[in-house]
């Protein structure tokens, strides 16, 4: 790669809310601007369980990365994976070349964790990824197909169970939404079985649910979830998964889907880095989210640490990136220009939502807190809004009404996935 | 399978557009109806050049068969895959149980052809499916992400180097598609390649291209062609192809990209039924589209072959498969109801229709001939309406509009493939 005559070199590992942010904040700062992601897209991940349910189409919530910050003069876009990271040589490590760096953002996310469990990982799917969501998606709408076959009456109850396992924003929002796919999309399609009287648990270790919601607010999502037909339960551990379901609390529950929501562990960047991490495989950032030594390293999003004012850890959601993109963005272009550098990174709290099935959210900012359709509009409009690409936003609007109408679901596509 | 009482069982395999129009000409007819499908969704072919290509997604062309059939109250679906016919129980072979049968239509259409050469297929994939779609989309987008890396020249060309084999529509579609997703959509995304150079092929062993139309039609496409940026090549023929491109006619052209559009063949139904087929597989069938010594036995579309009162056989298009499938629906109707019997089948000719771009089309329909615009607005009409599900409509129109207006193509997604 050659040098850009006398322009700094930053390279942005990783297109998810946090790097895009950081491009574009760079758009027109005198530097240059490599961005490395192994996708070619970049992904609107709070829909993801969307595109698992049959809601939507992958394409409906990705957009190519390179088409994104294509009026970014100042940037190219590589589609490639990073190996390690040459902190003492400045460079990045790819595949089969090396990248070197003025500045370095590392906002490479995070994965699923399986808490030493990695074998669980073959049957209960995370939802991190396309690919994910597409596998969840076959899962799901093969099981209602083989329970139609399915003779066998304990067998056919197995197919018709479903297990979501971990009760935050992802695995509520993935739980209410089986509940309506079985229960109202899919209720008149079958001949020999009703999809009506399908099973939805949703297990949490925890003492309650979404516990980053106030206690009252999570209640009535119960709520709601319970009228959906979910079957929550709280104080539950899973203690082990296989082909044939999940062992709770001493309790086998035969289920053929079973889906991973509980729990996340940071991307590589602290191996590739050779630092110590967190118990999540996280990096303790500095307040200005520069690695400790390191000024011209930086790190946001799910693979950094940071507490807030209050002593408390920063939670690993898409606004907090965002803002960590914009902040470490607006340092590099300060530095560059020779600027007073800036004070450390303060978050602004933008509150928590959580939806439950077609109209029903919860919404907490700060102090204000919201239950209902009016949460629920609320929670619409901002998803929409952050979506990126006008294009994304009419087809998402579209499919969302028709759903809504029809209480249809318009992705219900089996499609042969990796490795099948 | 339980008997339906005293119904005839009518059991359709395949939900392709001919099996699809006959199960729903069968509505209320007093009969058990049962469709057997190895997909779970009906596949508007003659759109997956656009998911190819970018410029749809999948679940924009696809519908679950049990949604469209779903108020088809003597009518189930199965999602299982056929491995044989016992014609003298009369009985239909799948993975593990067996299906009776009054009367049976076999409607699984066709695959690709590789003139004897299978093991071409690795290098060169067809298109019939959602999955050689996807494969061929994540082929096209591949090509570019990697010359946008590469340090070679002339690894660089044939990265940028496209062969489409065979130009009959399906061909002449996919190459004029290439050349607009490489010319137009992703002209300003790059920065160290320019994919408005990328060279597309079209190679056709036949003395002219699209030799279903008329000389004058044909050649005005071919002109069109050539405007896109397509190279169209006649009288070539294909003598090997590999991983680093295809020999045509001695000559050697490295491409990283090749597609197969240029020969079918007809699905297993002859082997299930242990007949005589023709070179292409497909069974010659009775006037009345029945096994010659089997009257209980249909087969429809790509998998028969039948020849027009002119002496020739009919071409393998969606037209002939719903006609054929509307007809044999009304014969078995009839027999049902102890009507007189129908007719021998008679093809009433709905013409032929080939697009070239975004806004150029040739039409043909017995005498009349159109290009230009108003065939391209022909075509676009012709398959809104046969589009099936007013969602899909919908939402077609909306991405054609704003891929039209933008030059953009909405789906460009690299998703892993299967096997990959």
Redesign the interface.
């Known amino acids: 790669m050659e040098k850009h005559g006398h322009l700094p070199h930053v390279v942005i590992v990783g297109a998810g809310f946090g790097g895009l942010k950081a491009a574009a904040r760079l758009r027109g700062v005198p530097a240059h601007v490599t961005v490395i992601d192994r996708?070619?897209?970049h992904l609107f991940q709070p829909l993801l369980y969307q595109v698992a349910t049959a809601g939507l189409?992958?394409?409906?919530i990705?957009q190519?990365i390179?088409?994104i910050l294509?009026?970014n003069e100042n940037t190219?876009?590589?589609?490639?994976e990073v190996t390690g990271v040459d902190v003492a040589a400045r460079r990045v490590r790819l595949a089969d070349?090396e990248v070197p760096y003025d500045y370095l953002l590392l906002a490479t996310g995070a994965t699923h964790s399986y808490f030493n469990h990695p074998e669980w990982e073959k049957f209960a799917p995370g939802l991190k990824s396309?690919?994910d969501a597409?596998t969840i998606r076959r899962k799901i709408?093969l099981a209602f197909?083989a329970a139609?076959?399915e003779q066998d009456s304990e067998k056919r109850h197995a197919l018709l169970t479903f297990v979501v396992v971990g009760a935050g924003p992802t695995g509520v929002e993935l739980a209410g939404s089986i509940a309506e796919l079985a229960h109202r999309a899919l209720a008149?399609?079958?001949?020999?079985i009703n999809p009506q009287g399908a099973r939805i648990l949703l297990l949490e270790a925890g003492p309650r649910i979404l516990a980053s919601f106030s206690e009252k607010l999570a209640a009535k999502a119960r709520r709601a979830l319970e009228k959906l037909g979910v079957e929550a339960r709280t104080g539950a551990k899973v203690e082990q998964v296989d082909a044939q379901g999940v062992l709770v609390s001493g309790e086998r529950i035969a289920a053929r889907t079973v889906i991973w929501a509980a729990g996340v562990r940071a991307s590589a960047a602290a191996r590739w880095l050779g630092v110590e991490a967190d118990r999540a495989g996280r990096v303790k950032v500095q307040p200005d989210l520069t690695l400790p030594g390191h000024s011209d390293i930086f790190i946001i999003g799910d693979t950094a640490t940071l507490n807030d004012e209050a002593g408390k850890p920063l939670p690993g959601t898409a606004p907090v990136a965002m803002q960590q993109g914009r902040y470490v963005a607006a340092v590099m272009a300060r530095r560059i220009a020779g600027k007073k550098p800036l004070g450390p990174f303060h978050y602004v709290d933008k509150g928590n939502l959580a939806t439950v099935g077609r109209s029903y959210a919860i919404a907490e900012i700060r102090k204000l807190r919201l239950s209902g359709f009016v949460a629920w509009i609320t929670w619409l409009l901002v998803h929409i809004l952050y979506l990126i690409g006008f294009?994304?936003r009419?087809?998402v609007l579209?499919?969302w009404a028709?759903a809504y109408v029809?209480f249809?679901r318009?992705?219900?596509?089996?499609?042969?996935?990796?490795?099948?």
């Not at 189409?57 to 409906?60: G, L, M, R, V």
């Open positions: 996708s070619n897209h189409s992958p394409a409906d990705a190519p390179r088409n294509k009026r190219e876009v590589l589609m490639d070349r396309i690919e597409t709408l197909e139609e076959m008149s399609d079958f001949r020999h294009r994304n009419i087809l579209i499919e028709w029809t249809q318009g992705a219900r596509l089996i499609t042969k996935g990796p490795g099948s």
